[in-house]
Each structure stands twice: as C-alpha cells, then as structure tokens.
C-alpha cells in the first residue's frame, strides 16, 4: 500500500509542475503578445542577449538547444521566424559547415531590452514573487 500512496504522491507532484508550467508560459505568452513574441520566443532572445560568448557575439544553436525545452527542429524553426523578422542572424561555422551561429540584431536586442520587464513581471506574477 506505501508504493501506491509513493506512486500517487509523484504523480501528484508531477501535475503540479506541469500545471505551474502551463500557468506561467500562458502568462508569458499574454504579456509578450504586444510585441509579437511567445515565451519560447523570448528564452532565445533572452539567452542570446546574455550568452557567453560576450553579448553581440555568435553564439552556437547547438548550444541553446540544452537550455531552450524545444527540440532541435523546433528550435531551428523558431530561430528561423526569429530570422525572418529581424531579430537574429544566422550564420555558418567557418571552420565547421554543420555548425551555425546565431546572434541578436540591432532590432532584436531593442526589443529584448522593451520586453524584458514585462516577462519579468509575468514570472513574478506566476511563480508569486
């Protein structure tokens, strides 16, 4: 009987982490809205904006995928958008033709820099911070 209530009790707590989840993306996603981004959007501009390498230089997309919870395609399609309007730029390895850079624009850090404050508030809103 102890398993079961074991078992029960980590299901429960799983649920609870997705539904903290749910709760704070949904929350991202509203404040960001006005600026055309989703919370996943954001992430990659935001670890892009405080990537080490130094901010303004390139970055590995194979390195951001371990920190953004997409997956690499995923990723690469959002990297793509991002791309599309302005906000990132791609670039390939010199010295490795697999392997691509991305960095913020211009546009893209002014946006970051307008909507970090409003996913800060959000994440504080969701997490009660």
Not at 58 to 76: E, F, I, K, P, Y
Request: aromatic residues 4%; contains cysteine; glycine residues 8%.
């Amino acid at each position: 009987m102890a398993g079961t209530t074991d078992k029960a009790r980590l299901e429960e707590r799983w649920r609870d982490i997705l539904a903290v989840h749910a709760r704070t993306q949904g929350e991202i996603d509203r404040a960001l809205h006005p600026y055309g981004l989703g919370a996943s959007d954001f992430e990659v501009l935001d670890l892009l904006a405080s990537a080490t390498p130094p901010p303004g230089e390139l970055c590995r997309v194979q390195n951001l995928v371990g920190r953004v919870h997409l997956s690499q395609s995923a990723l690469s399609r959002l990297i793509a958008r991002l791309e599309r309007h302005g906000l990132v730029e791609r670039s390939t390895c010199p010295t490795d033709r697999r392997g691509v850079y991305v960095q913020l624009t211009a546009r893209g850090r002014e946006l970051h820099t307008e909507a970090l404050p409003l996913q800060r508030a959000a994440l504080a809103r969701a997490l009660g911070d």
